[in-house]
C-alpha cells in the first residue's frame, strides 16, 4: 500500500549520506523507531532505507546518543518531582475535583516534557560493524538489512 517507490539506499543517520564503502553500524529496530516508519508511511513519505552510522562518524554518534541518553534521565527526574509534587498537592488538602484536575494537568505536562525529549531521539546501534564495499571475487557487496 504505501510501500516505497525507490530502491532503499545505505543511509548515514549522522550525515544523511549514502554508505557505498567502509565500515557502518545498523540501527537496531525499537518501538520508537516503529512508530516513525508507522507515521511515515500514513504521510507517504516512507522511503525504505537501510539506516546505519558509518564508522568514520561513530564518535559524533556517541556523543549525540549520550546526550539523548541524558536528557531523558533528567526528564524523567523532572516527571518524578512533579509526580511527588501533585500527589502532595492532593493529599495535602483532598477533594475529588482537586485530584482528577492535578491527575489530568500531571498527564498533560509529563507528556509535553516526554516528547520534548523524543524530538532530539537517537536510535541505539548494532554491536559489530558491517562492511560495505567490494568482496573478494571484486563484486560489489552491500550488505542491506532492512528496517
Known amino acids: 500500500m504505501n510501500e516505497p517507490k ?5 543511509l548515514d543517520i549522522i550525515t544523511g549520506e549514502e554508505i557505498k564503502e567502509g565500515k557502518a553500524y545498523k ?3 525499537d518501538p520508537i523507531l516503529n512508530l516513525i516508519i508507522k507515521i511515515k508511511k500514513i ?9 546505519y ?3 568514520k562518524n561513530l564518535e559524533e554518534y556517541k556523543k ?3 546526550r539523548f541518553e541524558t536528557n531523558m534521565i533528567i526528564l524523567s527526574v523532572l516527571i518524578s518531582l512533579l509526580l511527588i509534587m501533585v500527589f502532595a498537592s492532593t493529599i495535602s488538602n483532598f477533594s475529588i475535583e482537586k485530584a482528577l484536575s492535578n491527575i ?3 498527564l498533560l505536562l509529563a507528556i ?3 516528547s520534548f525529549g523524543i524530538l532530539n531521539y537517537l536510535p541505539s546501534i548494532e554491536d559489530k560493524a558491517i ?17
Do not use: A, H, Q, W
Request: proline share 2%.
Open 131 to 147: 562492511d560495505f564495499g567490494v568482496n573478494k571475487d571484486g563484486k560489489e557487496d552491500n550488505n542491506t538489512g532492512k528496517l
Open 43 to 51: 504521510t507517504k513519505t516512507y522511503k525504505g532505507n537501510n539506516l
Open 53 to 55: 552510522v558509518s564508522e
Open 112 to 114: 509535553m516534557l516526554f
Open 27 to 29: 540501527i537496531k529496530n
Open 6 to 10: 525507490e530502491s532503499p539506499k545505505n
Open 104 to 106: 489530568f494537568t500531571f
Open 64 to 66: 549525540k546518543r549520550k
